[in-house]
């Protein structure tokens, strides 16, 4: 069999430029809260442990040697996650910005702190980048399973409102290419976490096409209620007028429109009789 070991670089890049984009796909979503000025809804676990995992795989790759591409897309990941989540605790509600406070405490002051020092106090050598590499694999995982609890509350409200497909999609292309570089460099501290990664990325997609088509005929379905719920149409007798269907409210419209047209006809025709019985007015010769 060819070695094809040399190829491992080629992915290396492949894979920087897709993690870079899944690195920005999520600005759809930020630019929504933006507008929204809120970020209720939305979770910040995900960019909490996306920000922690890149900080874990800047320091593994520095052990390890050779891995100059990883260095330098979890530098970026770094800059880009403290962004997106600096923004969302800014336009986030009391309670989740101090969960999402919390949860940067724990992360990345205190566990990637007490990994840094146990790792470089305690062991040595070759040892060291085995255990910090093994601690990256169980978080990569946690990585790729954080946007579980947004696949549980689509199929909980069978809405995809708060799970982008351009996230889950490119997420599923990253960890294919993150997969090849690690089986090629026979680093199973990168591969064996994109497998899961994959799974969960093609799992997040069927279920947003499982559930786009869903919200779309139910936004159809409601659009014409909903913009009659603020109007309140009430009888002479001040009672308002029972519940009415989707035909009969356009039934209703188009008699309203024939019975306006048909006064409007007839207050024309008055007019004019009105102004053709008037007497006219006879010239004096001076």
């Given at each position: 069999?060819?070695?094809?070991?040399?190829?491992?670089?080629?992915?290396?890049?492949?894979?920087?430029?897709?993690?870079?984009?899944?690195?920005?796909?999520?600005?759809?979503?930020?630019?929504?809260?933006?507008?929204?000025?809120?970020?209720?809804?939305?979770?910040?676990?995900?960019?909490?442990?996306?920000?922690?995992?890149?900080?874990?795989?800047?320091?593994?790759?520095?052990?390890?040697?050779?891995?100059?591409?990883?260095?330098?897309?979890?530098?970026?990941?770094?800059?880009?996650?403290?962004?997106?989540?600096?923004?969302?605790?800014?336009?986030?509600?009391?309670?989740?910005?101090?969960?999402?406070?919390?949860?940067?405490?724990?992360?990345?002051?205190?566990?990637?702190?007490?990994?840094?020092?146990?790792?470089?106090?305690?062991?040595?050598?070759?040892?060291?980048?085995?255990?910090?590499?093994?601690?990256?694999?169980?978080?990569?995982?946690?990585?790729?399973?954080?946007?579980?609890?947004?696949?549980?509350?689509?199929?909980?409200?069978?809405?995809?409102?708060?799970?982008?497909?351009?996230?889950?999609?490119?997420?599923?292309?990253?960890?294919?290419?993150?997969?090849?570089?690690?089986?090629?460099?026979?680093?199973?501290?990168?591969?064996?976490?994109n497998i899961l990664g994959f799974i969960f990325g093609i799992l997040q997609m069927v279920l947003y096409f499982m559930y786009n088509k869903k919200d779309k005929n139910i936004v159809k379905e409601q659009k014409l209620p909903e913009?009659?719920?603020?109007?309140?149409?009430?009888?002479?007798?001040?009672?308002?007028?029972?519940?009415?269907?989707?035909?009969?409210?356009?039934?209703?419209?188009?008699?309203?429109?024939?019975?306006?047209?048909?006064?409007?006809?007839?207050?024309?025709?008055?007019?004019?009789?009105?102004?053709?019985?008037?007497?006219?007015?006879?010239?004096?010769?001076?």
């Amino acid at each position: 069999m060819a070695d094809i070991s040399h190829l491992a670089p080629i992915f290396g890049v492949l894979g920087s430029i897709i993690s870079f984009i899944v690195f920005l796909s999520p600005l759809p979503t930020f630019y929504d809260i933006y507008k929204k000025k809120s970020a209720e809804g939305y979770q910040s676990i995900p960019y909490g442990v996306a920000l922690f995992s890149a900080m874990l795989m800047i320091y593994y790759a520095l052990l390890k040697g050779n891995m100059m591409v990883v260095i330098i897309i979890n530098v970026l990941g770094i800059v880009i996650e403290t962004i997106y989540i600096g923004f969302y605790i800014f336009y986030a509600p009391k309670k989740a910005r101090v969960q999402t406070i919390k949860l940067l405490l724990l992360l990345v002051v205190g566990g990637y702190g007490a990994i840094l020092l146990v790792v470089q106090f305690l062991f040595k050598g070759v040892v060291r980048a085995q255990i910090v590499g093994w601690v990256c694999l169980v978080f990569s995982i946690f990585t790729f399973a954080a946007p579980l609890c947004i696949v549980r509350k689509v199929i909980k409200t069978k809405s995809v409102e708060y799970m982008p497909f351009l996230l889950s999609f490119f997420l599923t292309l990253s960890a294919v290419m993150w997969f090849v570089y690690g089986f090629l460099k026979k680093d199973v501290n990168i591969y064996a976490p994109n497998i899961l990664g994959f799974i969960f990325g093609i799992l997040q997609m069927v279920l947003y096409f499982m559930y786009n088509k869903k919200d779309k005929n139910i936004v159809k379905e409601q659009k014409l209620p909903e913009l009659l719920q603020n109007h309140l149409i009430i009888l002479d007798d001040q009672k308002k007028l029972p519940h009415l269907t989707e035909e009969q409210i356009i039934d209703i419209w188009k008699l309203g429109s024939l019975v306006y047209s048909e006064k409007l006809n007839a207050r024309g025709a008055d007019q004019a009789a009105k102004v053709e019985n008037m007497p006219k007015l006879q010239t004096v010769q001076t």
